[in-house]
């Protein structure tokens, strides 16, 4: 299995407004890539403080090998 194909990417998408609270729809959840490039698009519906962490997996162990700063 080539390196790039060795991994994969979940997206960890976070929003904490009071509308989305209200409306039942927080987020918090982990998401998979929306293509074979490991991006994920995301629009928003809510204001407020949205956070997105990227978490990189081997996918034949399952072990976390790497994880971004939360932007």
């Known amino acids: ?9 979940r997206w960890r ?6 509308m989305a ?9 982990f998401y998979r890539s929306d293509s ?8 928003l519906s809510y204001r407020g403080v949205h956070m997105v ?7 034949m162990t399952n072990l976390l090998a790497g994880r971004s700063e939360p932007f």
């Open 21 to 29: 609270e209200r409306a039942n729809q927080l987020r918090g959840n």
């Open 1 to 9: 299995m080539p390196l790039a194909n060795a991994y994969k990417v």
């Open 53 to 59: 962490e990227a978490f990189v997996i081997h996918k």
């Open 36 to 43: 074979n490039t490991n991006d994920r698009h995301e629009t």
């Open 13 to 18: 998408i976070t929003n904490n407004d009071r």
